[in-house]
């Protein structure tokens, strides 16, 4: 994404053109780990979280490190990715989330909790695996935000695996083979 397309997406949506921003796509549950991000906050980035559920009432005061912004049809959602400069979910019991997909085809360096079968879809260049505690999250964003290479990485991989591993095509067969191992 070009910094002008995402100064023009920050300018839209009333965000910070000069902070870097965090995404957190997801229900507001205990399994998406929105809790733990929370706690990972930090003056040096905004913690964008996106999804449906309810705020607590001790997550609303934090309006400088932290923005919810709800459910958001697909449309304006493409656009936060746009405008984000990394993505985390700190979840844990996934299969592959829709959201990790997401980030990743719109070239944002993934943080994520390692969850079995990761590792057939991403390597260590794509996906940055953390613990959930918000303390190592924490220390994570901040290493990844400040490694280009990783960044680059990010894109890179956007750019030459869109169709490979995100067709509806593959994702099809893959489910028509566990369709056919279940009967």
Do not use: C, H
């Amino acid at each position: 994404m070009s910094e002008g397309v995402k100064k023009l997406l920050r300018k839209k949506y009333e965000l910070p053109v000069n902070k870097k921003i965090v995404l957190f796509v997801g229900r507001l549950v205990p399994k998406k780990g929105y809790k733990i991000l929370f706690e990972a906050r930090d003056k040096n980035y905004l913690i964008l979280f996106a999804g449906s559920g309810i705020v607590p009432d001790s997550m609303k005061g934090e309006k400088t490190k932290t923005k919810f912004l709800g459910n958001l049809p697909q449309d304006k959602l493409s656009e936060i990715y746009k405008l984000s400069d990394i993505f985390v979910l700190p979840s844990r019991d996934e299969g592959l989330p829709l959201s990790i997909q997401e980030a990743l085809v719109s070239g944002l360096p993934v943080i994520t909790t390692k969850n079995p079968g990761y590792e057939k879809y991403f390597n260590n260049s794509q996906v940055i695996y953390s613990e959930r505690i918000p303390s190592k999250i924490k220390k994570t964003i901040l290493k990844v935000l400040s490694d280009k290479v990783i960044i680059n990485d990010a894109r890179e991989f956007a750019l030459n695996n869109r169709e490979r591993y995100y067709s509806w095509e593959d994702n099809v067969g893959d489910l028509l083979k566990i369709y056919k191992n279940l009967s």
